[in-house]
């Protein structure tokens, strides 16, 4: 063999290597050369395996999980430009109502001290994951904030994660679908045809459709086949989150659509149902689904949160480790806090997640807590409004400016929106949209009345603005510019409530408002009940007379054999009146005199504060 300049030679067989070098020196050796100085050594090794082609799931999973922890009140409480706080950072697990036995009990004890964990004294509970795992078709019950979306979020973004790291993995694949956003579509094919087949078909297909247009919007059309498959195997976990959010008369239609997905995909790893306690009607339900009904948060619950908020939020927020560890103790302080009165309890408050988180938003911003829930809904608004406020990053026209800086003019405009969308399950929609949900163009012609922002221009620019600014109010689905594809809602459903409360009891004939309410049911019942507290704090402190009078009007002459249901609510609103001023036993005694717990669809007066 032979060498080029800079080049060596070896006497034995060197398939795949060339060894080059520029400077080197060699000592001959049997068989072979002994290098003793190479410059660049250059192997040529074998090819690797071409890699397994993408898994055409992984980008659907990548966005349903980023959609899933996504945490919106979150961005209330961090400083502009940071990176968001998710679910999964913050979040706890959550209890049921049921108790677990005995052997479950220990199981859960024997864990907790593995974990040194705090000893609860309370009776141990089944959790909501253990709820999912000994069921397979269960019903997720609670109260207005109780976690129920938090949870079977969070459950969907385990799933998503686990099958995104390994496609193999033995868990079901997750599809969340919010049922206000199909609502419309399967009612309507539930009314075009009768019982049978063609409705079964029908609703299946509204159903895919709205999946594949997800998949659409995640850039992610490649992975139809794949779910479909899953579908077809049974290998799929799918969420039917916020049945309470379906106008009533569309219910029948999600059952019906759920019986239709049964029978089109046998076997079903996992359907959970969400539902607020209130509105749910065990008699609409299909057999074989199992109810279970979240507790409320239990203290060491509350602290284990708390620890969650800062130690996310400290960072993004300038907070070094003494500033943290004061807030922490002084937010748990503020939460634990027992009181005489049920209307100042801010314990019974963090007992319920979405207040929890209320209040972790407001003491984040402020280090101070009111007790009063009208009165943290109204620091957290204007938590946000501030945010908008202090806003510089973004060009910004000068009537814009105006507007933002105005804070009676903001309030306006949000309880107006908050009115109008939580009005839209009580009626038709002539433009298709969403019960709960305004869109764009909806919005847009709202926000250019007279009264509003008064101008098309100004109109567009505040909802640009919005929708650049994470906050109370955020956009969905389609872009900015498709006003039939872009819907708008409020980050949570009680804050919608909150707000469009605090509207109706703004009205010049508050009486005429509420009992219009009354007569549209269940729609309105939360919602005027905040209203009444914000009424109660901040609208009547001058003269509180005028409350008085209000409560009176509400309370008689409303017989029950009048018109019973109207009447009775009423009834019930006068006497959360009473309660709200803290003068059961002298206002409230005539309004409980007429006031029982057998209203259809009520629950005894003094259960649960919080809805």
């Known amino acids: 063999v032979a060498a080029g300049q800079g080049g060596m030679a070896t006497g034995r067989d060197n398939t795949g290597q060339q060894v080059i070098g520029d400077d080197a020196r060699q000592t001959q050796q049997s068989g072979g050369v002994y290098f003793e100085k190479v410059d660049n050594l250059t192997i040529n090794p074998p090819q690797p395996a071409p890699p397994p082609p993408p898994d055409p799931l ?25 990176r968001p706080v998710t679910l999964d950072q913050v979040y706890i697990e959550l209890n049921t109502e049921t108790p677990i036995d005995e052997s479950e009990a220990k199981m859960a004890r ?42 079977v979020h969070y459950l969907a973004a385990e799933h998503a994660e686990t099958r995104r790291a390994n496609p193999r993995a033995a868990v079901p694949l997750p599809i969340v679908t919010v049922l206000r956003n199909v609502a419309d579509e399967l009612q309507s094919e539930y009314t075009r045809f009768p019982a049978g087949e063609k409705q079964s078909q029908a609703l299946v297909t509204v159903l895919r ?14 992975a139809w086949n794949a779910i479909k498959t899953a579908l077809e195997s049974g290998d799929v976990l799918l969420v039917l989150d916020g049945l309470d959010e379906v106008p009533p008369a569309n219910r029948p ?36 689904f199992t109810e279970y009904t979240l507790a409320p948060l239990n203290d060491d619950q509350i602290v284990e949160f708390i620890g969650k908020w800062y130690d996310a939020h400290a960072p993004l927020n300038a907070i070094d480790d003494t500033q943290k560890a004061r807030r922490v103790d002084n937010l748990r302080a503020a939460a634990l806090e027992e009181s005489p009165s049920d209307a100042d309890n801010r314990h019974e408050l963090a007992t319920n997640p979405l207040l929890l988180t209320v209040m972790a ?22 938590v946000l409004v501030n945010r908008w406020q202090q806003a510089k990053d973004l060009p910004m026209s000068h009537a814009l400016k105006l507007v933002l800086n105005d804070d009676d003019r903001l309030r306006k405009l949000l309880l107006r929106i908050a009115y109008e969308a939580h009005g839209r399950a009580d009626r038709n929609h002539a433009d298709g949209s969403r019960a709960a949900d305004l869109r764009l163009g909806t919005l847009w012609e709202l926000l250019s009345e007279k009264g509003m922002l008064g101008d098309g221009a100004l109109a567009s620019e505040f909802i640009t603005y919005i929708e650049s600014r994470a906050g109370l109010i955020h956009g969905q689905g389609g872009a900015t510019h498709d006003a039939n594809g872009c819907s708008y809602s409020f980050v949570h459903r009680t804050f919608q409530e909150y707000l469009a409360g605090c509207y109706l009891l703004n009205q010049d004939n508050i009486l005429a408002a509420l009992t219009g309410k009354a007569a549209s049911g269940e729609q309105w019942h939360l919602a005027v009940k905040l209203g009444l507290e914000d009424y ?76």
């Open 58 to 82: 992984t980008p659907y999973l990548e966005h349903l999980h980023a959609e899933c922890i996504r945490l919106p009140l979150s961005a209330m409480g961090k400083k502009a430009g940071s």
């Open 110 to 151: 024997d864990a907790q001290a593995r974990a040194r964990s705090v000893g609860r004294t309370e009776q141990e509970l089944l959790t909501a994951h253990a709820a999912v795992a000994r069921h397979d078709r269960i019903v997720l019950l609670g109260d207005p904030g109780s976690g129920k979306s938090a949870f």
């Open 209 to 222: 459709d709205h999946w594949k247009e997800k998949l659409k919007r995640y850039e992610a059309e490649n």
């Open 253 to 288: 239609a999600v059952w019906e659509a759920v019986a239709a997905l049964n029978e089109a995909y046998t076997h079903l790893a996992r359907i959970v149902v969400t539902c607020r306690i209130r509105s749910y009607d065990e008699s609409e339900s299909l057999a074989g």
């Open 361 to 382: 938003v407001v003491h984040l911003d402020k280090t101070e807590l009111p007790k009063q829930r009208a009165r943290l809904y109204r620091a957290a608004v204007d």
């Open 536 to 611: 109660w704090y901040h609208g009547s402190n001058e003269r509180p007379s005028d409350y008085l009078m209000r409560m009176g009007q509400l309370c008689g002459p409303n017989e029950p054999a009048s018109d019973a249901t109207k009447s009775w609510r009423l009834n019930l609103w006068a006497a959360h009146m009473a309660r709200t001023a803290g003068i059961e036993e002298v206002s409230a005694r005539r309004v409980m005199a007429t006031v029982d717990d057998d209203l259809p669809g009520e629950r005894p007066l003094g259960a649960h504060q919080n809805e």
